[in-house]
């Protein structure tokens, strides 16, 4: 939660922000956001803009620096031209003298670094906005890195989200046009994000989970006894950048690594619901054994069982070019009830015109996922964090592996990811929980239909009821009111049918013939229950 109390200090700290945004040309924006009020200011160009934003950004510290890098993947709220200068901000900067982060490690280990490690070299072999990094040898012996977030920088980080947050609350006020995209919101998340990054905690479980799920990454493993919300020691990896210059060095290596890549990190998305959101040649490194490592998980993605079906659906929409289906999902995503906005179903009509599988051109990830977002952003539907964390780390992946061999076909690749997604949705064991959910559902409904129907009775009775119906033909609404009903018995049976022979199939230990068997009692219960309803509509 960021506080909304400003202090003395954050006043000066503003003072100081908004001449540094108007030295670089940005007082038009501020003027247009309602920030400071002025005549007589130029409106800039867009790339103008985008440019004077990053540079500025730059100057203003660590915490803008890496928001403006997470704003980057805003594609549904922000415009190309600014998102793309955005994912190009540079964190780099000089490293906090060792002797001011000796006494953090003191507090952290328990010990003077020199004594907890076997070995310690007070040089950092990295330094960004957040943290450091350093080498070091277990007392066991195991070759680590030790990751020591930049003392004090949290403090800095909170004053300077307090800042955003007061900022965010006059632009709602001030200028109505913007209060659709939801400023307040907009920086509670990226907040969340930040203060995410900066805990270690954090970052471990995430290098922890990831290590756990995949058998096709190296992850290095997290030595808790010496981790804290500041500090993360884990295991030193060796190897090289997966970059173009090892692709001219081993060929044939990276023509193998490009195929496993794209498909084990499309797996770790779609199978397992956590994955690396920005697996980069920076963050990946090609071991001496020659498989690929993954390090940095400072930004992990999670999907949710039914944010994964939903996005399955997307991905068989390109198939069977389901327009319907997948706007209804952008409408949920963005919260939005109601019909879709006009332009929603005929914009995902063209996009199955131009990636669909009938399509018959070379469909690159990045390109599609990058028109996907602009429809939902030209729709004024924002898109929740974890899809676009998901939908930025499918284009990074996809120029990794096209980085490793820039002739593969990645669809291709992926597509035996793609084929068992679909199959895990239709195992026993998925259609069982989803057939559990609805008779918990339907269960819920009956739990509270009953006082429902006795608070409404009691209404009517204080308050009386007079409806005027005029119907010109009762017995259809009759007949229509009968065939909901039946549609409704017709679902519960089948769900019933579907969860018993899901859990039949289950307990018979995987038998084929058991399993077939359940199959076909299934079939022959459905195919009872369908002809004693179309009787009874008779």
Do not use: C
């Not at 403090?155 to 200028?175: C, G, K, M």
């Not at 199955?352 to 690159?364: E, I, K, N, P």
């Not at 996907?372 to 004024?380: D, Y």
Request: charged letters at 25%; proline letters at 6%; a neutral charge.
């Amino acid at each position: 939660m960021i506080s909304t109390k400003l202090s003395a200090a954050d006043y000066r700290r503003l003072v100081t922000m908004l001449r540094l945004l108007g030295q670089a040309g940005l007082k038009p924006t501020l003027v247009r956001l309602g920030l400071i009020r002025t005549r007589n200011v130029e409106p800039l160009s867009a790339e103008a803009e985008a440019e004077a934003l990053v540079s500025a950004l730059e100057r203003l510290g660590p915490t803008f620096v890496k928001l403006g890098q997470i704003m980057g993947t805003r594609a549904d709220l922000l415009p190309p031209e600014l998102t793309e200068r955005l994912s190009r901000l540079h964190d780099a900067v000089a490293p906090v003298p060792f002797e001011e982060v000796r006494s953090q490690l003191v507090d952290d280990l328990g010990d003077d670094p020199a004594e907890a490690f076997a070995e310690f070299s007070a040089t950092p072999i990295a330094a960004g906005s957040i943290a450091q990094v350093y080498e070091a040898r277990l007392t066991t012996g195991e070759p680590v890195v030790v990751k020591v977030r930049r003392p004090g920088i949290e403090e800095v980080i909170r004053a300077d989200l307090r800042l955003l947050s007061a900022a965010a609350r006059v632009i709602e006020r001030r200028v109505p046009s913007l209060r659709r995209h939801q400023p307040t919101r907009v920086v509670e998340q990226l907040a969340h994000a930040l203060l995410e990054e900066i805990d270690f905690r954090i970052e471990a479980r995430n290098q922890e989970d990831v290590r756990q799920r995949t058998t096709v990454f190296v992850v290095p493993r997290v030595y808790r006894q010496f981790s804290t919300d500041r500090t993360l020691v884990s295991d030193r990896i060796l190897g090289r950048s997966p970059n173009q210059a090892f692709r001219l060095a081993e060929p044939a290596l990276a023509g193998t690594l490009a195929p496993e890549a794209a498909r084990g990190l499309l797996g770790l998305m779609l199978l397992d619901g956590v994955f690396h959101a920005d697996p980069h040649p920076g963050n990946v490194l090609v071991t001496p054994e020659g498989r690929l490592a993954l390090l940095d998980f400072g930004s992990v993605g999670r999907l949710s069982a039914k944010r994964r079906e939903q996005v399955l659906v997307v991905l068989g929409s390109l198939v069977d070019a389901d327009v319907g289906a997948v706007s209804d999902i952008l409408m949920d995503w963005a919260s939005r009830s109601g019909p879709p906005p006009p332009g929603l179903e005929p914009a995902v009509d063209g996009f199955f015109t131009r990636y669909g599988a009938q399509s018959g051109r070379d469909v690159r990830l990045a390109e599609a996922v990058t028109e996907f977002i602009s429809i939902a952003r030209q729709n004024e539907l924002a898109l929740p964090p974890d899809l676009l964390l998901l939908m930025r780390a499918l284009g990074i992946s996809e120029g990794l592996a096209r980085t490793l061999d820039p002739d593969l076909d990645v669809v291709e690749a992926i597509t035996p990811v793609v084929l068992d997604a679909f199959a895990q949705r239709f195992s026993f064991k998925a259609l069982a929980t989803r057939g559990f959910r609805i008779l918990k559902e339907l269960d819920q409904v009956a739990t509270i239909a009953p006082e429902a129907l006795r608070r409404g009775v009691a209404r009517l009775r204080r308050e009386g009821l007079v409806v005027e119906v005029s119907i010109p033909d009762l017995k259809a609404v009759s007949d229509a009111v009968r065939r909901a009903g039946d549609t409704l018995a017709s679902a519960v049976v089948a769900a019933a049918l579907i969860l018993s022979g899901a859990l039949y199939s289950s307990a018979s230990g995987g038998d084929p013939a058991q399993s077939l068997f359940s199959l076909v009692a299934l079939g022959l219960g459905v195919g009872i229950w369908l002809v004693f309803v179309v009787r009874r509509r008779d």
